[in-house]
């Protein structure tokens, strides 16, 4: 699979980044009982590895990814099913056909 390209906030820079979505999906799972400067660190250098983060910018980095996966956990948290609800969808009609629906 090619690597996920995003653009994200970094200070007052939009900056393009190899992998991003996979990584925070993968750092929000092993690390959900840390903490923020443990969260970041792992961001930092997970990413490191496809993007050059240049080591006086770390910090701002560090910032701005750890901020881009509180906000993805924040939409995940909006569409989650209300209470009571599961998820409904019709193969044949996929991927439009996907909704909530109380059993």
Not at 55 to 82: D, F, H, I, Q, V
Not at 90 to 101: E, F, K, L, Q, Y
């Amino acid at each position: 699979m090619a690597d996920d390209f995003s653009q994200i906030w970094v200070g007052e820079d939009k900056i393009g980044l190899r992998g991003l979505k996979e990584a925070v999906a993968e750092i929000a799972r092993s690390h959900a009982e840390s903490t923020d400067g443990e969260i970041r660190d792992a961001l930092l250098e997970r990413l490191s590895g496809k993007n050059y983060i240049a080591s006086c910018a770390r910090k701002e980095y560090g910032e701005a990814l750890l901020r881009e996966l509180k906000n993805s956990l924040a939409n995940l948290m909006k569409t989650l099913p209300p209470k009571g609800y599961t998820l409904w969808y019709s193969v044949r009609d996929a991927p439009s056909a996907i909704a909530w629906s109380k059993p």
